[in-house]
């Protein structure tokens, strides 16, 4: 490639995708939302004792530095000269929580992951000092339930539980943070001068903040007596927060930052009114955009941030639907049963059988999250037969994907009164074609996917790209680029479709009400 043609790429955008099971940097051009390169990193997960879920926070910051110095490494093999990279964005994994001191920049704990369960009790203490235990007391001011989920009550928990973390707190040594906070002070310098802050969707997720006022309200930091002082500033998702202060991008601007639902919403230029998207990452996540009115649930959905894309920008809602197992399951039959040796083969495992053969698969490993929000659930798999094998559980494992997807779809249809008549998706598992025509099949509507499923990364890079002071990426509707996509069509009649739907309905009241906090112990140390 000629130095000529190297110049025609114009500004380029790097995106810094931190997921639950692995951690990603990509760059895109600015001009045309080209993917040119990426790498990425699969991150271990912790599991000390049942229903915890750990990740060292020194892991993940190494795994985003390997990332872009990979990544730069490819740009220049391909002859790409990475001084056009002119803005970096962060998106991540939200509610996981981090605490660590700030003047040695070290982590207090691990970072305890969106889908731990250990605050289950945290959670039952809080709730009796509520009228009535209503979990959604706080709904009107943060958008969610009392619930394991949110960032709140690990950080109780922290508190409660970790000496050392009580005592920096004391020492004024302690901040908190979620994955983008900790990501972007470690990379604007750390303890040398880092910038703790998080964006107004991060915020949005840890049941501290008032997504009216935008601030953190202090009556929720009362009730679950968390010091103020520990909490990171929060800013719009497009600004210059800071420059990169090592590495082979030193002195680029981090100016986007979106909690990764949001991204992805943003990725696939969800901006009217009633436009909404699914990720199927570790769980599965539909956003619907409310625009600039904050629309509160009657079916179990959250009312959340969607993005706030510069300071003097309006805010923009989204009503949520979360799925805490999706690709999980996937991870699940391959690192615990063993049936598959790689996610991919559960794919071919589904399209030998084409069916289920009457077994169903409720993942709720976790509990379940929208739109039961029903802590004591755990897994099952019923309807087995001699006749069962391992590909018939493939097959109900993709398809309790799909039927937890039409739970959450139901769930907005009915609060937005308009239905979806099609349903945009992106994520890792969307690779699948099985689980993507499974999809349109359940939900009896098309399934539309972008030929490039990669919109978290690419919904940060814009916000990076848009922010006042880089101003490389247009988000103004007459200049996003129109994006391919291959779509699946129902297949099967909707008499069966709704058959299988009750069917699956009947397994999940069989999950619940499986577990309680008082459990004794088991012998595993717990």
Same mark, same amino acid.
């Given at each position: 490639?000629?130095?000529? /043609? *190297? ?38 997960? =912790? ?24 990544? !730069? ?10 001084? +056009? ?12 929580? @981090? ?34 235990? +209503? ?19 690990? $950080? ?9 973390? *009580? ?43 008032? #997504?009216?006022?935008?601030?953190? /309200? &202090? ?34 601007? %981090?100016?986007? !930052? ?35 009115? !904050? ?5 179990? $959905? ?33 690192? +615990?049963?063993? #049936? ?12 030998? @059988? ?57 769930? #907005? +249809? ?18 699948? =074609? ?9 939900? !009896? %509507? &098309? ?33 996003l680029t129109a994006v391919t996509c291959e779509r699946f069509e129902p297949q099967i009649n ?5 058959? *299988?739907?009750?069917?699956?309905? =009947? ?20």
């Amino acid at each position: 490639m000629a130095a000529s /043609d *190297r110049m025609v790429l114009g500004p380029l955008v790097g995106s810094i995708d931190q997921g639950t099971s692995s951690t990603r940097f990509l760059v895109f051009n600015a001009k045309t939302a080209e993917l040119l390169s990426h790498h990425q990193v699969e991150i271990q997960q =912790k599991f000390p004792k049942e229903g915890w879920v750990e990740q060292d926070p020194k892991e993940i910051l190494k795994s985003v530095h390997e990332c872009v110095e990979r990544t !730069c490494e490819k740009l220049q093999q391909l002859n790409i000269d990475i001084t +056009n990279i002119k803005a970096i964005g962060v998106s991540n994994q939200r509610e996981t929580t @981090v605490v660590w001191d700030k003047t040695t920049g070290e982590p207090l704990y691990n970072a305890i992951v969106w889908l731990d369960l250990r605050t289950q009790s945290t959670v039952e203490r809080l709730l009796k000092r509520i009228p009535g235990k +209503n979990k959604a007391f706080f709904k009107f001011r943060t958008g969610l339930p009392l619930s394991t989920y949110f960032s709140a009550v690990k $950080l109780r928990w922290l508190l409660d539980n970790v000496e050392e973390i *009580r005592q920096a707190v004391d020492d004024g040594r302690a901040m908190f943070g979620t994955i983008d906070s900790w990501l972007i002070w470690s990379l604007t310098g750390g303890k040398n001068g880092g910038v703790h802050c998080t964006d107004v969707t991060n915020a949005s997720r840890t049941m501290l903040f008032n #997504i009216h006022s935008l601030e953190w /309200d &202090p009556e929720l930091c009362q009730f679950f007596d968390i010091p103020m002082e520990i909490l990171p500033k929060v800013r719009s998702s497009s600004e210059i927060y800071g420059l990169m202060k090592s590495g082979a991008l030193t002195g680029v601007p %981090i100016s986007g !930052c979106l909690g990764d639902q949001s991204a992805a919403l943003v990725g696939q230029m969800c901006f009217q009114d009633g436009q909404a998207k699914n990720t199927y990452g570790t769980g599965c996540f539909l956003l619907c955009n409310t625009g600039q009115k !904050c629309v509160f649930s009657e079916h179990g $959905l959250l009312t959340t941030i969607a993005y706030k894309l510069g300071r003097d920008k309006p805010v923009c809602y989204a009503l949520e639907g979360s799925v805490a197992i999706a690709g999980a399951v996937v991870r699940w039959l391959r690192d +615990n049963l063993g #049936i598959v040796k790689t996610s991919q083969e559960v794919e071919k495992l589904a399209a030998e @059988v084409g069916t289920s053969y009457g077994c169903y698969f409720v993942p709720a490993f976790s509990g379940l999250y929208a739109p039961y929000w029903e802590p004591s659930a755990r897994g099952i798999i019923c309807g087995l037969t001699q006749f069962t094998n391992k590909n018939h559980i493939a097959f109900a494992a993709l398809e309790a994907v799909c039927f937890q997807t039409r739970e959450i779809l139901d769930a #907005i +249809n009915k609060d937005c009164g308009i239905p979806l008549n099609q349903l945009q998706v992106d994520g890792g598992m969307t690779n699948n =074609k099985v689980l993507m025509q499974l999809q349109s099949d359940i939900l !009896c %509507i &098309p399934v539309v996917k972008p030929s490039m499923p990669e919109t978290t990364a690419l919904g940060a890079a814009m916000a990076a790209g848009a922010a006042e002071g880089v101003g490389i990426w247009s988000l103004n509707p007459g200049d996003l680029t129109a994006v391919t996509c291959e779509r699946f069509e129902p297949q099967i009649n909707p008499e069966e479709s709704e058959y *299988r739907y009750a069917r699956w309905k =009947k397994a999940v009241l069989k999950s619940m009400g499986w577990e309680t906090s008082e459990a004794p112990s088991n012998g595993t140390g717990k």
